[in-house]
T-cell receptor, first 110, second 117 residues
Framework: RKEVEQDPGPFNVPEGATVAFNCTYS??????FFWYRQDCRKEPKLLMS???SGNEDGRFTAQLNRASQYISLLIRDSKLSDSATYLC???????????FGRGTSLIVHP | DTGVSQNPRHKITKRGQNVTFRCDPI?????LYWYRQTLGQGPEFLTY????????KSRLLSDRFSAERPKGSFSTLEIQRTEQGDSAMYLC???????????????FGPGTRLTVL
């Protein structure tokens, strides 16, 4: 089983839709969780950290479920500019080495 | 621009040649990472420095790969005797100096795209 698993998609949604991605991780000692966004042929950029209590940033909401070992990202009111690959990142406790998922591709169409 | 920079941005080489890439991290960051990314995959960890010390290397990093960070500032990644399978995007990232959530955030450079013919 891979350490961090994501559905590669693509998720094809119309503008204004709500879309959710899940990411599962295998290491129960994982301590830090993130979502990064990567545009085509560009470097990854931090979208948001994921906290135990869940967190929201505008149209984006991230949740962590430690019991089931998954994190989620919810995007409301999708914009064309949200089209990108969303990378799930997990870092175990006691290590500074994160593991990246393969990413989930989102395509928002008019 | 005070972000992470990488040079060159593109490199085309013939199989068997050696190549070297450079990464300049954000100046106050003491952690520096190298990753490799191929199409449709997430970045794969290669190696990690804290200041000038190389603290961890992935099993993916064969003996043809070597990385240095001699003064704890910029870093170089060298690939000797390149193979076609080395073709990928090589990404460098740096992160902060102290503990807490912000220290976990990695800032990536634009990458060096390597093509081995």
């Amino acid at each position: 089983r891979k350490e961090v698993e994501q559905d590669p998609g693509p998720f094809n949604v119309p503008e204004g839709a709500t879309v959710a991605f899940n990411c599962t991780y295998s290491n129960s000692a994982s301590q830090s969780f993130f979502w990064y966004r990567q545009d085509c042929r560009k470097e990854p950029k931090l979208l948001m950290s994921v906290y135990s209590s869940g967190n929201e940033d505008g149209r984006f909401t991230a949740q962590l479920n430690r019991a089931s070992q998954y994190i989620s990202l919810l995007i409301r009111d999708s914009k064309l500019s949200d089209s990108a690959t969303y990378l799930c990142v997990v870092r175990p406790g006691g290590s500074y080495i994160p593991t990246f998922g393969r990413g989930t591709s989102l395509i928002v169409h008019p | 621009d005070t972000g992470v920079s990488q040079n060159p941005r593109h490199k085309i080489t013939k199989r068997g040649q050696n190549v070297t890439f450079r990464c300049d991290p954000i100046s106050e960051h003491n952690r520096l990472y190298w990753y490799r990314q191929t199409l449709g995959q997430g970045p794969e960890f290669l190696t990690y420095f804290q200041n000038e010390a190389q603290l961890e290397k992935s099993r993916l990093l064969s003996d043809r790969f070597s990385a240095e960070r001699p003064k704890g500032s910029f870093s170089t990644l060298e690939i000797q005797r390149t193979e076609q399978g080395d073709s990928a995007m090589y990404l460098c990232a740096s992160s902060g100096t102290s503990g807490g959530a912000s220290a976990d955030t990695q800032y990536f450079g634009p990458g060096t795209r390597l093509t081995v013919l």
